[in-house]
């Protein structure tokens, strides 16, 4: 009898407030299952990236001797970064502003803050493969690549690792761009957008420091 009246108020409790349990089911913590996953997996990203610029900053300031890729006689373009670096950030913009008109049930305003993203994503992607091949053919300095110097192997090691990824990002949101258009979000359905979203933030912020860092330290 003691028994049966604990599983009755179990089962109150479970139907009142929902599933509580650490196996089989979902925990009360009010985050879902996606964003879990993707900040587990931006976590793993961040401890990767770290490992970089790290070892970076290490090699740096333990050479006697390193270039300073802001000289005039250097081939790094810093102007022409610095504004594919604002491209990123607007891009990071126009995703907020997408996002948020999606959850406001304004679809148009949304597919187009997802199409101008894609856009800047593939801009940035295209002004970087456009500074490899200058650097990799002197167009105008004499040839950077990977076995220059320590520096070249460092700049194409993380800037490649970067660009491959806002290239993950680029597809990922041409994908969500199509779906908008199609009628796949509205202001109940949003999550593939903000998961992205999280991601897209993420290789934005990892930019700016790598940017600050390579290029004007």
Not at 30 to 49: D, H, P, Q, R
Not at 65 to 79: Q, R, Y
Not at 97 to 114: P, V
Request: proline share 4%.
């Amino acid at each position: 009898m003691f028994e049966e009246k604990i599983m009755s108020h179990a089962i109150s409790t479970h139907d009142a407030d929902g599933p509580l349990m650490a196996h089989g089911s979902v925990l009360q913590t009010g985050i879902t299952n996606g964003k879990i996953a993707t900040w587990l997996f931006l976590g793993s990203e961040v401890m990767f990236f770290t490992g970089l610029i790290g070892a970076y900053i290490v090699l740096r300031f333990g050479q006697t001797t390193w270039v300073d890729p802001s000289s005039h006689e250097f081939p790094l373009a810093i102007p022409l970064t610095a504004a594919n670096t604002f491209l990123l950030i607007c891009s990071s913009v126009t995703l907020v502003w997408g996002l948020q008109s999606i959850q406001q049930g304004k679809r148009a305003k949304g597919n187009l803050g997802l199409l101008l993203t894609t856009l800047f994503g593939a801009c940035f992607v295209g002004v970087q493969a456009f500074e490899y091949y200058s650097l990799w053919n002197g167009m105008h300095h004499p040839p950077f690549r990977p076995n220059s110097d320590l520096f070249g192997s460092c700049f194409y090691v993380m800037t490649g690792f970067h660009g491959f990824h806002v290239l993950v990002g680029v597809i990922a949101l041409a994908v969500l761009t199509v779906m908008g258009y199609r009628g796949h979000f509205n202001e109940k359905k949003y999550a593939p957008v903000e998961l992205t979203g999280l991601y897209w933030h993420f290789v934005d912020l990892v930019w700016i420091i790598l940017f600050a860092i390579v290029y004007l330290m």
